[in-house]
Antibody, heavy 122, light 108 residues
Framework: EMQLVASGGGLVQPGRSLRLSCAASGFNLDDYAMHWVRQAPGKGLEWVSGITWNSGRIGYSDSVKGRFTISRDNAKNSLYLQMNSLRAEDTALYYC???????????????WGQGTMVTVSS | EIVLTQSPATLSLSPGERATLSCRASQSVGSYLAWYQQRPGQSPKLLIFDASNRATGIPARFSGSGSGTDFTLTISSLEPEDFAVYFCQDRSNWPPVTFGQGTRLEIK
């Protein structure tokens, strides 16, 4: 069974950093592009960042560009999101998501993790 | 940047009825549109990709149609488990990946 398990969320003060991790199982991570998508409490889905299978193309939403860094370690079947200079508006459930495609032309996001909650508050 | 607008915001129907959800793009996305279902307390689930292709394991009562700027998700006969929030997504080259704001399908 293909599965994604995200971890690393928690309560953090504004301006501080947090690193999210996502462990994949049941498939080879290096065959697919991966994304982070977040959802603030009671709100819709917001794409945060994506990375192609070989890290050749990386993208960020305007709201996190310059503060967040996505990376992957295919040998460890893992995806990461380094989040710096966190703001209250970054408070959300962060989903690790697998793309059906390997490159930046998405064929739909077919496997979603359970999410890890990030709360930015003093 | 493409904007996806879903309508209605909330749809109230009874089990057994037919549901029609709309997603309109601010510019053509070809057939590159996906639909997701999110039940309360759960992660989103891919239903439809490329406008009309059902994802693995998705029941035949779910169907998608449309191209260009206007798309429709139809649920032919609502089951109790279908009452959820539905999102559309533009799947063309990212960045960015764009989602619609969602349609809440509630029991009447």
């Amino acid at each position: 069974e293909m599965q994604l398990v995200a971890s690393g969320g928690g309560l953090v003060q504004p301006g501080r950093s947090l690193r999210l991790s996502c462990a994949a199982s049941g498939f080879n991570l290096d065959d697919y592009a991966m994304h982070w998508v977040r959802q603030a409490p009671g709100k819709g889905l917001e794409w945060v960042s994506g990375i192609t299978w070989n890290s050749g193309r990386i993208g960020y939403s305007d709201s996190v560009k310059g503060r967040f860094t996505i990376s992957r370690d295919n040998a460890k079947n893992s995806l990461y999101l380094q989040m710096n200079s966190l703001r209250a508006e970054d408070t959300a459930l962060y989903y690790c998501v697998k793309d059906q495609s390997y490159d930046s032309k998405s064929y739909g996001l077919d496997i979603w993790g359970q999410g890890t909650m990030v709360t930015v508050s003093s | 940047e493409i904007v996806l607008t879903q309508s209605p915001a909330t749809l109230s129907l009874s089990p057994g009825e037919r549901a029609t959800l709309s997603c309109r793009a601010s510019q053509s996305v070809g057939s590159y549109l996906a639909w997701y279902q999110q039940r309360p307390g759960q992660s989103p689930k891919l239903l439809i990709f490329d406008a009309s292709n059902r994802a693995t394991g998705i029941p035949a009562r779910f169907s998608g149609s449309g191209s260009g700027t206007d798309f429709t998700l139809t649920i032919s006969s609502l089951e109790p488990e279908d009452f959820a929030v539905y999102f559309c997504q533009d799947r063309s080259n990212w960045p960015p990946v764009t989602f619609g704001q969602g349609t809440r399908l509630e029991i009447k």
